[in-house]
T-cell receptor, first 112, second 114 residues
């Protein structure tokens, strides 16, 4: 469910390393999942999505993994760059639902 | 792709004053429209969504209201602002017929209530 009142957890990685951002979801009826990137002072931007009939989907430098057994979603960013610094949100949608439910978000910071 | 316009981008208002934030959408028709609020350093809270003109669903009780006078226009309002209304307000759109849940977000309106 939504955790809008909590402070964002932070993940710090070295530039060039791979980043893994994790997300737990609660609704077993969710069949669509999506990752957003939000830079400071801007609206969220789509990164990658995945349907529940898939376990893995790859994009450019990003991979989303879905484990339906434990209701876990992860975003992997390869060769992290300074421009990857942002808050990353996962979101889920149940079949037939009209809205996305967002996770609490993770702030990714890149160390030079 | 869709473009979401929000204004004003920044707003400072005294407690008790009214509010009107506007959102318009280009590049699609019959979209589902959403208002989210984001407190500083926090996640996204869904406030309202609309599946059509004049149709508003409220997600949380509050002193805010939403209206959809036209297909691609979504307005967030308040008659009397509270300090707790401060935050970053995001409008989002999804194609009504889309088989995905992807939302397109605007650039946000930052509201400070003093």
């Amino acid at each position: 469910g939504e955790s809008v009142g909590l402070h964002l957890p932070t993940l710090s990685v070295q530039e060039g390393d791979n980043s893994i951002i994790n997300c737990a979801y609660s609704n077993s009826a969710s069949d669509y999942f999506i990752w957003y990137k939000q830079e400071s002072g801007k609206g969220p931007q789509f990164i990658i999505d995945i349907r529940s009939n898939m376990d893995k989907r790859q994009g450019q430098r990003v991979t989303v993994l879905l484990n339906k057994t434990v209701k876990h979603l992860s975003l992997q960013i390869a060769a992290t760059q300074p421009g990857d610094s942002a808050v990353y949100f996962c979101a889920e949608k149940a079949q037939g639902a009209q809205k996305l439910v967002f996770g609490q978000g993770t702030r990714l910071t890149i160390n030079p | 792709s869709q473009t979401i316009h929000q204004w004003p981008a920044t707003l400072v208002q005294p407690v008790g004053s009214p509010l009107s934030l506007e959102c318009t959408v280009e590049g699609t028709s019959n979209p589902n429209l959403y208002w989210y609020r984001q407190a500083a350093g926090r996640g996204l809270q869904l406030l309202f969504y609309s599946v059509g003109i004049g149709q508003i669903s409220s997600e949380v009780p509050q002193n805010l209201s939403a209206s959809r006078p036209q297909d691609r226009q979504f307005i967030l309002s308040s008659k009397k602002l509270l300090l707790s209304d401060s935050g970053f307000y995001l409008c989002a759109s999804r194609r009504e017929w889309a088989n995905t849940g992807e939302l397109f977000f605007g650039e946000g309106s930052r509201l400070t209530v003093l």
